[in-house]
């Protein structure tokens, strides 16, 4: 987690409270919450944890050196007058909860109305990924890939609805497995327009077809 922050270190000077962390630093984190768990870091099943889970925070917490906005700028503005909603439904979301750092796994349901410019599909799914993978909140996060969508397509509307089931909600505290917590921004004509909602609603609540699963 090195590329991404602005604030490099000064050698001896380490301010602990704004300086950029060194990997080495990240790697002894983990070993003392280990050893708080009440294991032992330097027992042989243990001895790489630190530089796993450092590796493997690389991965979770990407999204913080991406600009969603910057996916989205290449769009492709023919759309031979195509102006219907546009759905990508079912992606795949994996994030982490900011107060408990462990994941929040589920599916979001992406939409928008276009003006006169579109954008590959994949490109939505990219937007959805950058903020997962940063700590977050639910609301935070559906409110934030509807914003970035509106803010850089300017279309006529835009839905984000997202289903997600928390573990620090099913695997500890109130501990209640299967629940699911569901979140949705609507803009523009998803808000406005009872009809368009309603179209939206339907069409992410109806069951696969076929074809989806190929
Ligand atoms: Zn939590």
Known sequence: MTEHKKKVPVAGQADLSTANPTREQAEEAVRTLIRWAGDDPDREGLID????????????FAGYQDDPSDILRRTFEETDGYDEMVLLRDIRLESHCEHHMVPIIGKAHVAYLPGNRVVGISKLARVVEIYSRRLQIQEKLTAQIANCIQE??????????????????TTRGVRKPGVTMVTSRMLGAFRDDPTTRR?????????????ANH
């Open 49 to 60: 944890t630190p530089s796993r889970v450092a590796r493997a925070y690389e991965e979770f």
């Open 199 to 211: 179209e939206f609603m339907a069409l992410i609540s109806s069951p696969a077809t076929g074809l």
């Open 152 to 169: 850089e397509l300017h279309p006529r509307g835009v839905a984000v609805v997202i289903e997600a089931a928390h573990q620090c909600m």
